[in-house]
C-alpha cells in the first residue's frame, strides 16, 4: 500500500507542476487538475483554484479565510475570464487585476468582439475592441 500512496503522491506533483505552467485559457481546459477553493488553505501568487463554476488565479499570497472567497476577494484573486474553447463569452467588467489581453474574444450588445489591446477592462464599443464576425 505504502509504495502506491508513495506514486500517486509523485504523479500529484508531476501534475501540479505541469498544471501551474499552463496559460489561463489553457487552464480553462484542464480546470478539473486545479483543486476547489478551501477557506483553511494557504495560496501562494499565481496558484489557480475553481470556485462557484469558475477558475480563478491568486493575485498575492495568503491564508485564506471563510469570507476571502475567490468571488468576494478581488484583491487576493483573478477571475479567468476566456473561454476554455476559444469561443467567445458574454462580456464581463474585469477588474483591474483580470483584463482582457489582445485577441480575446467576447460577445457583448448583439455582437463579437476583440479585444485590439492588452489590458482591456473597457466596454466593447467604448475602446479597445473591434468587431469582428467570429
Not at 500512496?5 to 489553457?26: H, P, Y
Not at 484583491?75 to 462580456?91: D, M, N, Q, R, Y
Not at 487585476?97 to 482591456?120: I, L
Given at each position: 500500500?505504502?509504495?502506491?500512496?508513495?506514486?500517486?503522491?509523485?504523479?500529484?506533483?508531476?501534475?501540479?507542476?505541469?498544471?501551474?505552467?499552463?496559460?489561463?485559457?489553457?487552464?480553462?481546459?484542464?480546470?478539473?487538475?486545479?483543486?476547489?477553493?478551501?477557506?483553511?488553505?494557504?495560496?501562494?501568487?499565481?496558484?489557480?483554484?475553481?470556485?462557484?463554476?469558475?477558475?480563478?488565479?491568486?493575485?498575492?499570497p495568503h491564508a485564506a479565510q471563510?469570507?476571502?472567497?475567490?468571488?468576494?476577494?478581488?484583491?487576493?484573486?483573478?477571475?479567468?475570464?476566456?473561454?476554455?474553447?476559444?469561443?467567445?463569452?458574454?462580456?464581463?467588467?474585469?477588474?483591474?487585476?483580470?483584463?482582457?489581453?489582445?485577441?480575446?474574444?467576447?460577445?457583448?450588445?448583439?455582437?463579437?468582439?476583440?479585444s485590439t489591446v492588452d489590458n482591456?477592462?473597457?466596454?466593447?464599443?467604448?475602446?479597445?475592441?473591434?468587431?469582428?464576425?467570429?
Amino acid at each position: 500500500m505504502g509504495r502506491y500512496l508513495e506514486a500517486a503522491r509523485v504523479i500529484r506533483a508531476a501534475m501540479d507542476a505541469a498544471a501551474a505552467a499552463l496559460t489561463d485559457e489553457q487552464a480553462l481546459k484542464a480546470a478539473a487538475l486545479y483543486p476547489a477553493w478551501r477557506a483553511e488553505d494557504t495560496y501562494d501568487a499565481g496558484e489557480r483554484v475553481r470556485y462557484g463554476g469558475a477558475l480563478y488565479k491568486c493575485l498575492q499570497p495568503h491564508a485564506a479565510q471563510p469570507d476571502w472567497t475567490p468571488a468576494a476577494a478581488p484583491s487576493l484573486w483573478a477571475k479567468v475570464l476566456t473561454s476554455e474553447t476559444g469561443e467567445p463569452l458574454p462580456w464581463e467588467q474585469p477588474e483591474s487585476t483580470n483584463p482582457y489581453m489582445q485577441g480575446d474574444k467576447v460577445t457583448h450588445g448583439g455582437k463579437t468582439w476583440v479585444s485590439t489591446v492588452d489590458n482591456n477592462v473597457w466596454e466593447p464599443g467604448v475602446y479597445g475592441w473591434a468587431e469582428t464576425d467570429g
